[in-house]
């Protein structure tokens, strides 16, 4: 028992995994009380026992294996993290569960199944049993079927998915054990129960003993459709729906309802396997099928009616078999064969289903055509096979093919065209079956049921009857308006016996559901589906034009309203309700007309109508007036009182008084009375006759308007046109087209007859007069702005000038959006019902347009002979054939879509192996859609598909030709029929990586503005997401892109669902894309889309107006409400901007307003800001990065304001008018002062909201947000707040935006908005955002922001150029060429301030300019100098501003802390920052030296005095006082609020002088570094702590060792604290690669110092020391970033060869540190970027030629240079050579010579010794460079001469004559003067003795110098050598001033006056060695955010000493030494005195 009381103890999750049984079983016990008893399904317990469940139920002991399930059960019921178990625990219920003896156990197991699939975990659970299925073991196999059986019938069909269970189950029938055939018995029958007959094809080649014992067993199953009884944990309503059903007695009411939603519809298609048949047909097919004797083609035709029985077939190309089975129908005599192969079609169609659709309209014709045929065993298998194909396509899709037959002459034809088409409609719902293709196949069947044949009258009738019963009554009726009523009965008795397939209710009910409002409208069009048929219908031309009724110009016959007549192709559409009962009215009689007007009119004003005395005319017109304004609607006899009016003298009234009067009679009884179009027809002419008088002409137009509003405009406006056409008065012809053009923006396009207009606008175009033509071009413009770009295709033939009018008015109305119709609507709208029909006329115009264009018929030229040339095996025979296709299609210009066989023709040229006819077949392709317009849709399955796979064509012109060739075919298509089906998917699943991303880049393109799209777009998801995983980086990005849109469509869920297939590996992948895409996937455009053309866009066509734009959104419509606007909400239109920010219009009363706002408006929220910025980082929320604000942003926004924005003002801010934002932004500024805190936590969302308002057009808003600005902007510099990143980088580009708007006030305001930002942002940061806003198309803009940049340089100097000033200025000079005059001279005007500040320098920064800029730039620079400068004025107010932002800037400090500082220091360092880039005389002081040269005039110079100093002082001994120093709190936790400054805060204290803070701030850091979680906190820190680090190493190397009073155990635990931080960072390789070049060689130059240093030897832990620095090396050779690590070593090779004083010793360890990293190279070859290793190696060999190397005492650095370039070549092969991209001039080093040495000598590798390929190698180079040394020397000797080069060309020569000592110049100075010689030879020795000085003042001082410009800090004793100067100037006493200040500062003592010496940059110069940015370049860019924190001055100040000591030589600072200006100046003062001699 002792055992036992071990295992008692042990905790339950230890038991459960114990050796012993019993341990386990009572551990299962315990776990499983444990599990029922935790309450929260997410508590921490459950991720225990996450890794144990699967033991639970694979337990080898059978009694603990029971429990151990029980347990598992109620795990799974209870634990949220239950199915991550999923797929290991199934597996071992079946593997080791299922084969158990004890039911018990079996039982259970099948329990945990279930369970998990009730935890939706079905699919694991699923593929886990279906694997048990090919167990050995026939028990498992049983369980398996028993547990699928039991899912399938609790969980039901639409959570077990059957299609695989389906696949396997012929399988299980087979078995040999009878136990597992019976259970597949009973799984067979449970299916059934729930797919019914769809599985009896699966199941028909089972043995026929077992079908019929299935069948006997299904004919028992019951027939009320199965119910689900357990549902998925997240089906808990329905479950709660089905339990209240059970309490109610069984199948309660509600049962009906439910049946739809829990039995999907299972297709037995679905269920089957496709079957590949094309690959199985007879060899011969094809030549049999052509065969003389029948006997041979039915053999051919047999053997494809046994492979088409396959009920499923595999998709491919048919076209070939479909051609010669059309043949056959067609053509073949034998009527055997015509049926036979009627029913190979009908195969076809039913096994490929909508693959078949592509085929149909070439089928379709040709077995219509054969009905002729009388054998009804033929017309049997004709009708089968077209009901086949029917289900393969749409009604739309073939309307065309059947109307074309109705009117065919045989009978038999009629009939059963009639019969087929009563046939498609059964399968027709409303929405498939719209008016627009009702209209003609009613119109056709009309003729029919009049026809003389009984059989045409009966099937005409039941196709009548049909559509009736579709359709209902309602949309049918007005096309059955004529039909007598005997026949209308006999339709109704008809649709009474029709039987839908899709059971819709008889047509009743429907109608009364649609309610009345829209009467005219169909009850058809249920969404967009409907809306885009009627669109194709409407654009279909042909015959549907022939039978488009009564054109509406006509006066009507028959009493039929005139309206339903079509005007075009489209019809109106019959409007609205009330018109459609009144517009008609007979004509009266003039009797009966006056017998009516005296019933309301007073007998006197009757009397005095034709009176001749006008003054009684006049007031008889009164006296009418008056009696029209009193009359009722109701009572008014419209035509009575027109004919009145009409009656003489009418409309020859000659006083314009009276015929005013009776104009505006008019208008009246049009707007108050039922005006008829009978009664318009009496006063039109008239009214025609007056509009162009003018005096009566505005009344008559008010007239004709008033009556466009009763009539309708289009029918109002065809009469008007032609009456006006019809006369000769050009006045009356002008002014109607003006009328027309006012009146189509008032009532909107719809419904206009284009067509008629057209005619006569080209009438008015044709005519004499100017007026009139102006007025045609006017109103053509109108219509532009509806009809958009097709409707200049009416006018090309025209004259070129006309055209040119013509084209710019189109250009004037470009980018306009048409009004909103303001009229003509608040009748149509009476039931606000008819918004949707208005949408649908007003996109339908834009096609109906291009409907409208005549059309040429080409069929009949594309031959036979055309087609065989086309397919000619010679190349120039096939380019022929296209040729002439190109022609006959130019000819014709628009075609129709009949176009015989070229579309096969075509499609065999797209994979022609000669690419210039695929692109020239692309190119007719393209023409052809263009020609064919919309009815190219037909051909978009056989020849656009096709198009699509020419997208991966290799080349790429062909790639750009197929796509341009996609696009312009889905212009005319639309998107929908390309997604359709699985043409798509099929071409996305080649893996052709070219394919993929041309296509993946179309759909990218082309999802976003789609409303809908087919559901098949699911069928491309599995191959995206083989996209995402693909080889090729490109096709991963395209996939990458269009994922977002993917989901857009599809939604999260499906495309989550769709990664179930993937392996688990791709599938995490996959899904967290898909996490990622969520966060960026758009909104759907389609409800805006809807908005905004009723709004904005009138009528414009969806065409033309891609989902419009969301600029509108935002823009001048939401800002600057016009009248109209106002006009059209009253019309029960909602206001766009309503929907878009969704806000209330009405307001509250005022009293409540009040109450509500006081408080403040501001919340606090406590980490608000923090929280929402990592929000943001993590991607969960949308980045705030736009072009135009999409709504998305402006809701997210919202919600993150709903929490700390009062709810009052963030109505007000979101409110849809702008006064309403100008409110807001009052309370803002009156709130600003007082809610200090609650401003700046919400800082980052009132920067958002008011870039939005950046977006409106409105100015006062604009005006406003900018003076809040500035407030804002103020009173965070006084609180001392610096803008975080994310702040800053929401908020600065928009505001960028506006420093380029057109208002100078606003340019202003903004500009001095970004000047206060310098405050509280640093300049150096804001610099990358300006340069951003230079490359804008609004030249004001770029013209500001180069001016602002220019600002920044002079007031900050170069360090904000970013990122080097290099780059900068070479942006900038770039818009020296620009097209905009301000813009070059803003770029010219800033260059020079940057020459101001900088020098000479500049010219070399720019860079190469084209010789034009050059001239410019340097004429602009003379310019300047010479211009007595009105600056000052303007620097001087800005400077004093600048300055002391500059010191904020440095300081960076929050209040409170170190405010003792010197704030005086603080000053003068920011004097001397500024100044020390700038020359030290201002520019108003300095002396004009051209202007003096030039002057020959005489003057007296009298020269001052010189001033005494005394200089004894400077003698003294100093007395150095002791550097007082602070202890610092490490507790500065509250004064940080944010991590970053806190990080900042604690790195400046790690280089402080003082032990005890540096060894604190390390270990915080190190704790830092430790916690995983909290070490990414110092990503972006790394170069900063590094640098600390090594400034603190050089200051315990120079100060703290040579301390005689510092104990040395302190120096110790400092040392060990560094290196052990260092060694916890690079271990972390995340951060350790974020080290740069620039540090890492400082930093390894500090370690190697360190482990040579002699004097750390000899303290007690030494060894230690040094041991723990080795190690911290590897680790920063291994953990860092290689190609940074590779490089810093090669550079601090090259420094240390370099170095004289340096010890051999270094270098070699540096060797040593190389050759880890050759070992290394292998495994990171591929990590590196071997460019920037080779530019650095080819430096390194330009600075030290072989030669130079071999002349080292150690042959160690040219060994470890050819191991180096040995290794890399042998790893990269010949590719390296294609690595030396970076190098600028090859020549300059040996590198490229000795790689392809290399190369060489491995590729042949004869064996000969290396030594002999040298030797040969070199005397090869010999010779080369004696060729290359002449050119060299030239080049010199050029520079030499040029003024501006002078000094480099001598250093040059210098350089060259020591490192080739028998190079001869002599050849060189021969030819030029004696003065160049004796000069030349003076330079030479002067830097001669300067370099051997140099030399000598660097060994005296006893530091090792570095390559100059590497900063060595001084140690307070010692003067860091690289003061010295490299080129050789003297060095001036000012130098030792300087240093003597930096001396005197450092110990404490008082500088006075500052700043009057020169600084000390100004006298350093620039290296002439190429160098690495050191880590002192990084130091400036750091060096704000180490200030922002440093405490003890000193140390500050240790730092700027740095950054003066050499930063700015580095960064190529300054501009050329103060020694070479004042040679310069002796120079010219030598030439002045000369000259004045």
């Given at each position: ?1609 302190e120096i110790v635990r400092l040392y060990s604290c560094i290196i052990g931080s260092m060694i916890t960072l690079f271990q972390i390789e995340s951060l350790a690669r974020e080290a740069s070049t620039g540090v890492l060689k400082d930093l390894m130059h500090g370690l190697i110092t360190l482990m040579l240093d002699s004097r750390v030897e000899d303290l007690e832990e030494g060894e230690q020391v040094i041991r723990s620095v080795n190690l911290l090396v590897v680790k920063v050779l291994e953990k860092s970033d290689q190609t940074n690590i590779l490089s810093a ?349």
């Amino acid at each position: 028992m002792g055992d036992d009381s071990e295992w008692m103890k042990l905790p339950i999750d230890q038991k459960c995994e114990h050796k012993l049984w019993k341990a386990r079983l009572n551990g299962y016990e315990e776990a499983l009380k444990l599990f029922q008893k935790i309450d929260d399904e997410k508590s921490p317990e459950w991720s225990k026992y996450l890794g144990l469940i699967k033991k639970f139920v694979t337990d080898s002991n059978a009694v603990a294996q029971l429990k151990g399930l029980e347990a598992a059960l109620a795990y799974v019921e209870n634990a949220h993290v239950a199915g991550k178990t999923t797929g290991e625990v199934a597996s071992g219920v079946v593997n080791k569960v299922f084969n158990q003896p004890k039911a018990r156990a079996k039982e259970l197991g099948e329990d945990i199944c279930l369970m998990y699939i009730e935890i939706e975990k079905g699919e694991a659970v699923q593929e886990e049993l279906l694997k048990g299925l090919d167990n050995k073991n026939p028990k498992i196999i049983v369980a398996c079927i028993e547990t699928l059986r039991k899912a399938l019938s609790e969980f039901g069909s639409k959570i077990i998915s059957l299609k695989p269970i389906i696949k396997v189950l012929p399988k299980l029938f087979e078995s040999r054990e009878k136990a597992v055939r019976d259970e597949a018995k009973l799984l067979a029958v449970e299916i059934y129960r729930w797919i019914r007959d769809a599985l009896r094809p699966p199941l028909q080649n089972i043995n026929s003993v077992q079908l019929k014992e299935l069948e006997e067993e299904w004919i028992k199953v019951s027939s009320a459709a199965p119910k689900q009884t357990r549902f998925l944990r997240s089906q808990q309503e329905l479950k709660a729906k089905f339990e209240q059903q059970q309490g109610l007695g069984g199948d309660a009411d509600g049962g009906d309802d439910d049946e739809e939603e829990v039995v999907p519809q299972v297709d037995a298609y679905e269920l089957l396997e496709a079957v590949e048949i094309l690959s199985k047909l007879p060899k011969d097919f094809y030549e049999k099928i052509e065969a003389k004797k029948w006997q041979e083609r039915k053999e051919a035709l047999e053997a494809v009616e046994l492979l088409v029985k396959n009920p499923k077939l595999e998709s491919g190309d048919y076209a070939d078999l479909v051609k010669a089975l059309k043949k056959v129908v067609g053509k073949d005599t034998n009527v055997m064969l015509v049926a036979l192969a009627a029913k190979c079609l009908a195969g076809l169609a039913t096994g490929l289903r909508k693959k078949f659709g592509q085929y149909a309209g070439h089928v379709v014709p040709t077995i219509l055509e054969k009905f002729k045929e009388k054998k009804p065993q033929v017309v049997q298998a004709l009708q089968e096979a077209i009901d086949a194909i029917f289900l393969t396509t749409t009604l739309q899709n073939i309307s065309e093919d059947i109307l074309a037959v109705m009117d065919n002459k045989n009978p038999t034809i009629k009939q059963q065209t009639s019969l087929f088409i009563a046939r498609s409609f059964r399968h027709c719902t409303p929405s498939t079956l719209p008016k627009s293709l009702l209209k003609p196949f009613c119109a056709a069947l009309l003729k029919h049921i009049n026809d003389s044949a009984p059989e045409v009258r009966d099937a005409g009738f039941e196709a009548l009857g049909t559509a009736l019963k579709v359709a209902g009554e309602k949309a049918v009726n007005p096309f059955l308006a004529d039909v007598d009523k005997l026949k209308l009965d006999r339709i109704k008795e008809c649709a009474e016996k029709v039987e839908l397939v899709y059971g819709k209710k008889p047509g009743g009910p429907a109608e009364k559901k649609e309610g009345k409002p829209i009467t005219g409208k169909t009850a058809a069009l249920p969404g967009p589906a409907g809306d885009k048929e009627t669109k194709d219908a409407a654009t279909r031309p042909g015959p549907l034009k022939k039978t488009s009724a009564v054109k509406a110009g006509v006066p009507p016959k028959k009493g039929k309203p005139a309206t339903s007549a079509g005007t075009g192709g489209a019809g109106t559409k019959g409007k609205k309700g009330p018109e459609t009962k009144e517009i008609f009215e007979s004509e009266l009689s003039i009797e009966v007309c006056e017998e009516k007007a005296a019933a309301v009119l007073p007998a006197s004003c009757i009397q005095q109508l034709d009176s001749g005395n006008w003054k009684e005319r006049l007031a008889c017109m009164e006296e009418f007036q008056k009696a029209v304004e009193l009359m009722e609607r109701s009572e008014m006899p419209c035509q009575a009182l027109v004919r009145m009016l009409a009656k003489k003298p009418g409309w020859k009234e000659t006083n314009f008084q009276v015929m005013q009067m009776k104009l505006h009679i008019v208008a009246l009884i049009a707007q108050k009375g039922n005006f008829s179009k009978t009664s318009a027809q009496v006063v039109l002419d008239g009214l025609v006759d007056k509009v162009g008088d003018v005096k009566c002409g505005t009344n008559a137009k008010e007239a004709m308007t008033a009556i466009a509003e009763a009539c309708q405009l289009p029918w109002t406006a065809e009469q008007v046109v032609a009456m006006a056409f019809s006369q000769k008065n050009p006045k009356n012809q002008s002014e109607t087209l003006n009328w027309l053009s006012n009146a189509i923006k008032e009532f909107g396009f719809s419904g206009l007859n284009v067509k008629a207009f057209i005619s006569n606008v080209k009438t008015a175009l044709a005519a004499t007069n100017p007026a009139v033509r102006t007025s045609a071009i006017t109103l053509l413009g109108v219509m532009y702005l509806y009809v958009g770009p097709s409707l200049r295709m009416f006018f090309e033939d025209e004259k070129p000038a006309l055209l040119s009018q013509i084209d710019a008015e189109f250009e004037k109305m470009q980018g306009q959006t048409a009004p909103a119709p303001t009229r003509g609507i608040s009748r149509h709208n009476v039931g606000g019902g008819g918004d949707d029909g208005e949408e649908e006329e007003q996109e339908e115009v834009g096609n109906d347009v291009v409907d409208l264009l005549p059309r040429t018929d080409i069929g009949d030229k594309i031959t036979a002979e055309l087609v065989s040339k086309i397919g000619d095996k010679n190349w120039k025979i096939r380019k022929e054939g296209l040729d002439e296709v190109t022609s006959i299609i130019n000819e014709a210009k628009f075609i129709q879509p009949n176009i015989g066989e070229l579309p096969a023709a075509l499609k065999g040229r797209l994979n022609d192996s000669n690419k210039i006819l695929v692109q020239q077949t692309l190119s007719i392709l393209q023409q052809l859609a263009t020609a064919m317009g919309p009815n190219i849709k037909q051909y978009v399955k056989n020849l656009g598909i096709p198009v699509i796979t020419v997208l991966g064509d290799s080349k790429n012109n062909v790639r750009a030709a197929a796509l341009a060739t996609v696009n312009a075919w889905a212009e005319q298509t639309g998107m929908k029929e390309w997604l359709e089906g699985e043409d798509l998917s099929e071409e996305l699943k080649k893996e052709n990586p070219f394919l993929r991303q041309e296509l993946l880049g179309w759909l990218a393109e082309k999802l976003p503005a789609l409303r809908s799209v087919p559901s098949d777009l699911l069928l491309c998801v599995p191959h995206l997401y083989s996209c995402l995983e693909d080889r090729n980086g490109d096709v991963r990005k395209k996939a990458q892109d269009a994922l977002p849109f993917f989901m857009m469509h599809l939604g999260f869920e499906k495309m989550a669902k769709a990664t179930g297939k993937l392996k688990p590996t791709s599938k995490d992948q996959v899904l967290a894309m898909l996490e990622k895409a969520k966060a960026n996937m758009p909104a759907k455009p389609a409800p805006l889309a809807k908005t905004s053309s009723r709004v904005v866009g009138g009528a414009a066509p969806a065409k033309f107006q891609p989902a419009s734009a969301f600029a509108d959104d935002l823009g001048s419509n939401t800002m600057e409400p016009k009248p109209d606007l106002k006009k059209a909400k009253a019309g029960g239109l909602s206001s766009k901007t309503k929907g878009v920010q969704g806000k209330k219009v009405i307001s509250k009363p005022n009293l409540k307003e009040d109450d509500d706002k006081s408080g403040p408006i501001f919340i606090i929220v406590p980490n608000g800001k923090e929280q929402r910025m990592k929000e943001e980082k993590a991607l969960k929320v949308l980045k705030w990065n736009f072009t135009t604000p999409r709504d998305e942003y402006i809701e997210q926004l919202k919600t993150q304001m709903s929490t700390c924005v009062a709810k009052w003002l963030q109505d007000e801010m979101f409110h849809a008018d702008f006064q309403h934002h100008n409110k807001a932004l009052t309370v803002m500024i009156e709130h600003l002062e007082s809610e200090k805190d609650g401003v700046i936590s919400c800082l980052d969302l009132i920067l958002k909201w008011l870039t939005l308002r950046f977006f409106d057009t409105n100015t006062s808003v604009l005006m406003k947000a900018l003076e809040y600005l500035k407030l804002l902007f103020n009173l965070l510099n006084q609180e001392e707040y610096h803008l975080t990143e994310n702040e800053a980088s929401s908020f600065i580009p928009y505001l960028i935006l506006k420093v380029g708007e057109p208002k100078d006030v606003i340019r202003k305001d903004v500009r001095a908005i970004l000047n206060r930002m310098c405050l509280i942002y640093p300049a150096s940061k804001m610099f990358p955002f300006i340069m951003e806003g230079t490359k804008s198309k609004n030249s004001k803009q770029r013209a500001e922001c180069l001016e602002e940049l220019g600002c920044l340089v002079e007031s900050y100097g170069m360090n904000v150029c970013q990122p080097t000033p290099g780059k900068a200025l070479k942006e900038m000079a770039t818009h020296i060429g620009d097209r905009d005059n301000t813009v070059r001279n803003a770029a010219l005007n800033t260059i020079v301030t940057v020459y101001n500040v900088h020098g000479d320098q500049v010219f070399k920064l720019i860079g190469n300019l084209s010789e034009k800029d050059m001239s410019m730039l340097e004429e602009r620079i003379k310019r300047s100098a010479k211009r007595p400068t009105s600056a000052p004025v303007r620097q001087a107010e800005e400077k004093p501003q600048r300055t002391q932002n500059m010191s904020a800037n440095a300081s960076m400090m929050r209040k409170g802390q170190a405010e003792d500082m010197s704030s005086k220091l603080n000053q003068n360092r920011n004097m001397g920052s500024h100044s020390e880039t700038t020359h030290s005389v201002p520019r108003e002081f300095q002396l004009d030296l051209d202007e003096i040269e030039n002057d020959n005039g005489t003057v007296r110079c009298e020269m001052p005095a010189l001033v005494q100093h005394k200089l004894d002082d400077i003698f003294e001994p100093v007395l150095i006082p002791e550097p007082k120093i602070r202890a610092v709190s490490p507790h500065f936790d509250d004064m940080h609020s944010n991590t970053a400054s806190t990080i900042n805060f604690v790195i400046s204290q790690v280089a402080s002088g003082d032990i005890n803070t540096s060894i604190q701030a390390l270990t915080q850091i190190d704790e830092v570094l430790k916690q995983e979680d909290k070490a990414e906190a110092m990503s972006g820190h790394i170069d900063q702590f590094l640098i600390a680090t090594f400034m603190q190493l050089r200051l315990i190397y120079n100060t703290h060792m040579a301390d005689e009073k510092l104990d040395k155990d302190e120096i110790v635990r400092l040392y060990s604290c560094i290196i052990g931080s260092m060694i916890t960072l690079f271990q972390i390789e995340s951060l350790a690669r974020e080290a740069s070049t620039g540090v890492l060689k400082d930093l390894m130059h500090g370690l190697i110092t360190l482990m040579l240093d002699s004097r750390v030897e000899d303290l007690e832990e030494g060894e230690q020391v040094i041991r723990s620095v080795n190690l911290l090396v590897v680790k920063v050779l291994e953990k860092s970033d290689q190609t940074n690590i590779l490089s810093a070593l090669l550079v601090l090779l090259q420094d240390s060869l370099l170095a004289t004083a340096s010890s051999p010793k270094f270098a070699e360890l540096v060797m040593k540190c190389l050759w880890r990293m050759v070992r290394l190279l292998p495994e990171t070859i591929n990590s590196i970027n071997l460019d920037r290793i080779l530019l650095d190696i080819h430096i390194f060999m330009k600075v030290f030629p072989k030669e130079k190397l071999k002349q080292c005492k150690s042959e160690f650095p040219i060994r470890t240079l050819k191991t180096l370039l040995h290794t890399l070549c042998k790893l990269k092969g010949p590719k390296i050579l294609d690595h030396l991209t970076m190098i600028d001039n090859k020549n300059e080093s040996e590198l490229e010579a000795h790689l392809c040495r290399v190369m060489k000598h491995a590729m042949d590798q004869t064996g000969k010794a290396d030594k002999d390929t040298e030797k040969g190698a070199s005397r090869i180079e010999e010779k080369a460079s004696k060729a290359k040394v002449n050119d060299i020397l030239a080049e010199i000797f050029k520079k030499i001469g040029s003024k501006e080069n002078t000094k480099e060309g001598l250093a040059e020569l210098y350089e060259y004559k020591k490192k080739y000592s028998d190079a001869d110049i002599e050849p060189f100075l021969k030819n030029s003067s004696q003065f160049f010689q004796s000069y030349v030879e003076r330079g030479l020795r002067l830097i001669e003795t300067e370099r051997e000085g140099k030399g000598r003042i660097a060994t005296s001082t006893g530091i090792s110098t570095q390559m100059e410009g590497t900063c060595v800090p001084a140690s307070t004793h010692t003067v860091s050598s690289t003061i010295g100067n490299t080129n050789g100037e003297e060095v001036g006493p000012s130098v030792y001033l300087e240093r003597l200040k930096i001396l005197r500062q450092r110990c404490g003592l008082d500088n006075a006056k500052q700043e009057d010496r020169p600084p000390l940059t100004s006298l350093l110069s620039k290296p002439t060695l190429p160098t690495v940015a050191s880590s002192t370049d990084m130091l400036h860019s750091k060096l704000s955010q180490l200030r922002e924190s440093r405490e003890q001055y000193q140390h500050l100040d240790l730092d700027s000493n740095q950054t003066h000591s050499s930063g700015i030589g580095t960064t190529l600072a300054s501009p050329s030494s103060a020694a070479a200006n004042i040679d310069d100046l002796k120079k010219r003062l030598e030439r002045i005195k000369s000259s004045r001699k």
